[in-house]
């Protein structure tokens, strides 16, 4: 693997980007011998030793027992120690607030949910802050940060929420409260960002280059990793598709939401409070596989124009459907244009909100290649 743009840089950015590749090749596919790893990023042997050296030392990589193959010197694996270090995660949603502790796979050690008023957002982040506090308490080793993923426009580098609908949140600072209670060093960063950062770590994307999120559930959000590995965050709620039952076009965010969908379910007479309820209900009802048909055929057109614009390998479908396999597959059988096979469900081991809020902190570690 070359590093384009590193021929004129200063020699610790360059070993601070061929750290943040071995990090990321050893989540990928290790263990490796060094041998493996000079190979696989065009770097020397030399070079291999001088970034494992550091990373051994402090715990973060481990070597493993060698491997002789009758030819030449044995070869002596390295791998990842996730247990060598922790993140905590903090998930601001409507009503609950969602605390968890993490490990460097993304494995769940343990987490916890409180209800809430979300109004009051001043209660929300002092009582989010103790929640992060007693996480990294608890760790069983050193603890890297606190990620927190919330809703709306967010403002990552000040780590304030400039503006949340759902919430009624304007210009809520959020990370000075958590990084005053827990000393530690906190990222801030939108569900859908955290979401598919999660998945580019130790999920589905892992180790992809060309990959959308699209979040739809009582929103509709998406997310889209640039070329120079960071993510931008939008909305496709403007976008045209098919009625739920007909009656020509309207906005997906006008139609095409659970509200919405939950809605069209009354309507018509079905008894029903989430997108799951819906999905096992249309194994035997008609108006209930109806509905998933045509909430699938809004999905699929949806996904259709991300792939005509984008042109992504891989499509992760995210949200209130996404642990169900029929959903999946009810979406990829009515695609045209996006290959049916690019369409997944995300893998991120554990709570899905703990790995996408913690992952943020996982996530910069891997990729700043810093040493700690």
Same mark, same amino acid.
């Given at each position: 693997?070359?590093?384009?743009?590193?021929?004129?840089?200063?020699?610790?950015?360059?070993?601070?980007?061929?750290?943040?590749?071995?990090?990321?090749?050893?989540?990928?596919?290790?263990?490796?011998?060094?041998?493996?790893?000079?190979?696989?990023?065009?770097?020397?042997?030399?070079?291999?030793?001088?970034?494992?050296?550091?990373?051994?030392?402090?715990?973060?990589?481990?070597?493993?027992?060698?491997?002789?193959?009758?030819?030449?010197? &044995?070869?002596?694996?390295?791998?990842?120690?996730?247990?060598?270090?922790?993140?905590?995660?903090?998930?601001?949603?409507?009503?609950?607030?969602?605390? *968890?502790?993490?490990?460097?796979?993304?494995?769940?050690?343990?987490?916890?949910?409180?209800?809430?008023?979300?109004?009051?957002?001043?209660?929300?982040?002092?009582?989010?802050?103790?929640?992060?506090?007693?996480?990294?308490?608890?760790?069983?080793?050193?603890?890297?940060?606190? *990620?927190?993923?919330?809703?709306?426009?967010?403002?990552?580098?000040?780590?304030?929420?400039?503006?949340?609908?759902?919430?009624?949140?304007?210009?809520?600072?959020?990370?000075?409260?958590?990084?005053? #209670?827990?000393?530690?060093?906190?990222?801030?960063?939108?569900?859908?960002?955290? @979401?598919?950062?999660?998945?580019?770590?130790?999920?589905?994307?892992?180790?992809?280059?060309?990959?959308?999120?699209?979040?739809?559930?009582?929103?509709?959000?998406?997310?889209?990793?640039?070329?120079?590995?960071?993510?931008?965050?939008?909305?496709?709620?403007?976008?045209?598709?098919?009625?739920?039952?007909?009656?020509?076009?309207?906005?997906?965010?006008?139609?095409?939401?659970?509200?919405?969908?939950?809605?069209?379910?009354?309507?018509?007479?079905?008894?029903?409070?989430?997108?799951?309820?819906?999905?096992?209900?249309?194994?035997?009802?008609?108006?209930?596989?109806?509905?998933?048909?045509?909430?699938?055929?809004?999905?699929?057109?949806?996904?259709?124009?991300?792939?005509?614009?984008?042109? &992504?390998?891989?499509?992760?479908?995210?949200?209130?459907?996404?642990?169900?396999?029929?959903?999946?597959?009810?979406?990829?059988?009515?695609?045209?244009?996006?290959?049916?096979?690019?369409?997944?469900?995300? #893998?991120? &081991?554990?709570?899905? @909100?703990?790995?996408?809020?913690?992952?943020?902190?996982?996530?910069?570690?891997?990729?700043? *290649?810093?040493?700690?």
């Amino acid at each position: 693997m070359n590093h384009p743009g590193l021929s004129g840089s200063r020699p610790r950015q360059a070993r601070q980007a061929n750290t943040a590749a071995v990090l990321q090749l050893l989540v990928q596919r290790g263990p490796l011998a060094r041998s493996d790893i000079a190979k696989e990023l065009s770097l020397n042997h030399g070079s291999v030793s001088r970034i494992l050296e550091p990373l051994l030392s402090v715990g973060v990589v481990r070597e493993l027992v060698e491997r002789s193959t009758g030819i030449g010197r &044995p070869r002596v694996p390295v791998e990842l120690d996730s247990s060598s270090r922790y993140a905590v995660g903090v998930h601001l949603g409507l009503e609950r607030t969602t605390a *968890g502790l993490i490990d460097l796979a993304g494995h769940c050690v343990r987490t916890h949910v409180e209800h809430r008023d979300p109004a009051d957002s001043a209660a929300t982040l002092r009582q989010a802050a103790e929640l992060a506090a007693g996480m990294a308490d608890s760790a069983p080793g050193p603890v890297l940060g606190v *990620g927190v993923a919330v809703g709306g426009e967010v403002d990552r580098a000040a780590g304030r929420v400039v503006r949340n609908e759902v919430l009624r949140w304007d210009d809520v600072r959020v990370a000075d409260p958590m990084r005053e #209670r827990t000393g530690l060093d906190v990222v801030v960063d939108g569900n859908v960002s955290a @979401l598919l950062g999660a998945e580019l770590t130790f999920g589905a994307g892992l180790g992809r280059h060309s990959v959308a999120y699209l979040f739809i559930g009582n929103v509709a959000e998406t997310g889209f990793l640039t070329s120079s590995n960071g993510i931008i965050q939008g909305g496709f709620g403007r976008l045209l598709v098919p009625g739920p039952t007909g009656g020509g076009h309207r906005r997906f965010g006008e139609c095409g939401t659970d509200v919405a969908l939950l809605a069209a379910a009354g309507n018509a007479g079905l008894t029903v409070t989430s997108l799951a309820d819906l999905i096992r209900l249309a194994d035997t009802d008609p108006v209930a596989s109806g509905l998933l048909g045509a909430r699938s055929a809004q999905v699929a057109l949806v996904a259709d124009t991300v792939y005509d614009l984008m042109r &992504p390998d891989m499509i992760i479908l995210g949200g209130s459907g996404a642990p169900s396999d029929r959903w999946l597959e009810a979406v990829r059988d009515r695609v045209e244009t996006a290959p049916p096979q690019a369409l997944v469900r995300p #893998r991120a &081991p554990g709570d899905p @909100l703990v790995a996408a809020a913690a992952g943020l902190v996982v996530r910069a570690f891997f990729t700043s *290649g810093e040493r700690s």
